[in-house]
């Protein structure tokens, strides 16, 4: 037996609840892992308030990412005792996820723990610090250097956006970071944001082309935020679209793209081929230092997860939320 957060469906409703769940309800895969820590993104809250249709089937238990230690395996990858990270495939939203003590998954879905980081650590970084990794290699591969000026974050106070100045600071940009919590802006400093700036300037409807500002961005937002940061980028400029915090209709023009040449760079975290995910994690080893990782993240049990979740979509949540599944 084990103890997992599971989501049913009850009067058309998602009820969630903690619940003692025996092994041989767990899905089909080749390596059993004992999850140490989860954690709680933006999906993970709608999936677990019901707020969307996150959640392909019911009884799901939640989480789109977990670390821990493999406890049995028939993958020529891994054995009992190593240590995994896994981010999407259709964790908490198809199978079972990480909000749970135990996952039975692919092998093919996992990666190895970067060496230099803990299982803890791994989850304060999650799929909110690999997607922002994902969403800085992206503006690279395009060509976007540090010298070509200002680097927009909307979203900066999350856990992606918060990520993603700590990084293109550490790799020496200048980061400019949207918010609609000006009382965070001292955090957003200490990342390495140089200027800090309220989400209103870009939230609401605005014209087809504005002012040439920004080199490149990385949008969290989506909706009119995304619309207008296409329509701030300085000429050749990019934005790396993740999220869609604020909607997910983009109510742009083509003007951007046809007189600016500004490039819209979707990344997806879910179903990432394994090579860029192993890339993007020892990036984040490599460069993202433990004091950010730590200072970014707060811990709660897995019983407290569902208020929590409540909590992240209220805006009342700054930074990372890692679930303790074992608390």
Partial sequence: MF?????????????????????????????????????????????????????????????????????????????????????????????WGGLAQKARVAGDHLIPLPTGITTRQAMAVGTAGYTAMLCVQALERHGVAASDGDVLVTGANGGVGSFAVAILAKRGYRVVASTGRPEEAARLRELGAAEVIDRAALSAPGKPLQKERFAAAVDCVGSHTLANVCASLRYGGAVAACGLAQGMDLPATVAPFILRGVALLGVDSVYVPRARRVAAWASIAEDVSVDTIESVASVVSLSDAVEAAAALLRGEVAGRVIVDVNR
């Fill in 3 to 95: 103890n997992a957060l599971l989501l049913d469906k009850q009067d058309d409703r998602t009820v969630a609840s903690i619940q003692a769940i025996d092994e041989s309800r767990l899905v089909d895969g080749d390596v059993l892992v004992r999850i140490d820590y989860s954690t709680l993104n933006y999906k993970d809250a709608l999936a677990i308030t019901g707020k969307a249709p996150v959640v392909r089937s019911f009884p799901m238990v939640p989480g789109i990412d977990f670390a821990g230690i493999v406890e049995e395996s028939t993958h020529a990858g891994y054995r009992p005792g190593d240590a995994v990270v896994l981010n999407g495939w259709g964790a908490g939203e198809t199978h």
